[in-house]
């Protein structure tokens, strides 16, 4: 008897049919300053220091960065959780944490 193996495009073809991903978007702003969201994606999603600083060029050149792909239900909880996280202490015009949506993944 012989075993058969699906190819891994077709496994994961197959996962995201049943289980959707969603990008966690980090939304720029004037009220956060670089150190407020390396320390934040340290601290949230455990990043090394230099690719969370990445995000941080990243969210201030281009307005945004996905900063995790996952299911609804974890992705939820992550933009909750920046949602959540609170103000730049380093700036005093910081009101509140920075935003984040949540998108289908492969979406621009």
Known sequence: MSA???SPDV???QFEALAPLFNVVLLDDDEHTYD???EMLQALFFLSKSRA???AVEVDSAGRT???TCELEPAEFARTQIHGYGADRRMPNSKGSMSAI???AGKP
Do not use: K, Q
Request: net charge negative.
């Open 4 to 6: 058969t193996f699906a």
């Open 11 to 13: 496994e994961s073809a």
């Open 36 to 38: 407020y969201v390396v």
């Open 53 to 55: 600083y990445d995000h």
């Open 66 to 68: 996905v900063v995790l």
């Open 102 to 104: 949540l998108e289908p």
